[in-house]
C-alpha cells in the first residue's frame, strides 16, 4: 500500500512538471527541437490525468491513515 502510494505522488509530481506552461517543449529548450508538441487536447487530456492521479493519491493517503490506526 505504502509502495502505491510513493509510486502515485512521484507520477503526479513528474506530470505537473511536464505540465509547466512557460515551456513549450521537454526542459525549456526551444521548439525548434525535437521536443513535445503540446496542441490544446494533449494539455487538457493531460491536466485530466494529473487531477485524477491527485485524487487517487488522496483517497491512498486517506486509505493509509485508517489502515495505520486499526493496528
Known amino acids: 500500500m505504502k509502495g502505491l502510494w510513493y509510486l502515485i505522488g512521484f507520477l503526479t509530481i513528474i506530470l505537473i512538471l511536464i505540465n509547466n506552461p512557460k515551456f513549450t517543449s521537454l526542459g525549456g529548450f526551444p521548439s525548434k527541437s525535437s ?17 485524477i492521479n491527485i485524487c ?7 486509505l493509509y491513515v485508517l489502515s495505520s490506526t486499526i493496528y
Open 35 to 51: 521536443g513535445l508538441n503540446v496542441t490544446r487536447s494533449t494539455q487538457k487530456s493531460l491536466q485530466i490525468i494529473i487531477i
Open 56 to 62: 487517487l493519491f488522496l483517497l491512498c493517503t486517506i
